[in-house]
C-alpha cells in the first residue's frame, strides 16, 4: 500500500529462505489504479513499449481549419492543390453539363449548424436500419445574394433556390449538379457572370413519392413500435 513520502517499497515475503521484497507500491491493494516504481530499484522495471500522441477529439470534420474558441462560424477558401478539393471538384464536374469551370470552392464552417446536424444525425441512425442509407451529399443551386444567410441559418424554406416544387414543397436538392446549375435555381450575377450551388450534407431518411402541393413526407413505418416516419420525397 502506498502512502505519502514513501521512497522503499515496503518488504514482502515471498516464501521461506527468500529476502522479503515488494517491486511496487499502490493505491489500492484491493483493487490497485495507480502503481508507484522507485528509483531504489537498480533493476529496469518498465520498458517504453508505445509512445501514443493524443489530444483533444475534435467535434469538427478534419478537413476544417483551425478556429478562435470564439468564432461561430468562418467561410475558408479550399486550397485547390488538395484532395478535398479535388474530390469536391470532381463530384460537381461529373454530372455538370455545359461548358462550366469552377471559380472557387469554400468550406462552411458552422459549429452551431453543424453540432444541430450532428445531433439530428445521431437520433436517426438509432432509428434507421444500419443497412440503410439515410444521409446523401446532395446540389443545391442558389442566388448569391442568399449564400451568406444559409451559411449562417442553414437551408429553410425563405432563403433556398428558386425549384419549380413538382415534388411538394419544400427545400430541393439534386443529385446531379447539372439539375441545379440553371438559370431559375442559379442566376448568374449580372457583373461576374458567377453561379453559386451548395454541396451539402442532407439526412434524406426514408424516401417517399413527391407530388405538387405537398407539405410533409408521407408515413412510413419503420417496425412496430415507432412512429412513422420519411424525412423526404423525391
Not at 16 to 41: R, W
Not at 147 to 153: F, R
Not at 209 to 230: F, K
Amino acid at each position: 500500500q502506498g502512502a505519502p513520502g514513501l521512497t522503499h517499497p515496503r518488504p514482502w515475503d515471498l516464501s521461506e529462505g527468500t529476502d522479503d521484497v515488494y517491486l511496487s507500491a499502490v493505491d489500492n491493494v484491493e483493487n490497485p489504479q495507480i502503481f508507484v516504481i522507485f528509483d531504489v530499484v537498480a533493476e529496469v522495471q518498465a520498458y517504453p513499449e508505445y509512445l501514443i500522441t493524443f489530444k483533444e477529439k475534435s467535434d469538427t470534420p478534419a478537413e476544417w481549419s483551425r478556429m478562435r474558441y470564439d468564432t461561430a462560424l468562418a467561410i475558408e477558401p479550399v486550397d485547390n492543390t488538395t484532395t478535398e478539393y479535388q474530390r469536391v471538384s470532381q463530384m460537381f464536374l461529373a454530372t455538370s453539363t455545359g461548358n462550366n469551370t469552377i471559380v472557387k470552392i469554400e468550406r462552411i464552417q458552422s459549429r452551431y449548424l453543424w453540432t444541430q446536424y450532428q445531433q439530428r444525425r445521431q437520433v436517426l441512425s438509432a432509428i434507421f436500419p444500419p443497412d440503410m442509407q439515410f444521409e446523401r451529399q446532395l446540389f443545391h443551386g442558389v442566388s448569391g445574394e442568399k449564400c451568406e444567410d444559409i451559411s449562417i441559418q442553414g437551408f429553410n424554406s425563405h432563403n433556398a433556390g428558386n425549384y419549380e416544387p413538382n415534388f411538394g414543397v419544400g427545400v430541393y436538392f439534386t443529385v446531379n449538379s447539372s439539375a441545379s446549375a440553371h438559370d431559375r435555381q442559379a442566376p448568374a450575377d449580372s457583373t461576374t457572370g458567377e453561379r453559386h450551388m451548395y454541396l451539402a450534407r442532407v439526412l434524406t431518411g426514408g424516401l417517399s413519392q413527391g407530388a405538387p402541393g405537398l407539405t410533409h413526407p408521407r408515413p412510413w413505418d419503420l417496425s412496430e413500435g415507432t412512429d412513422d416516419v420519411y424525412l423526404s420525397a423525391v
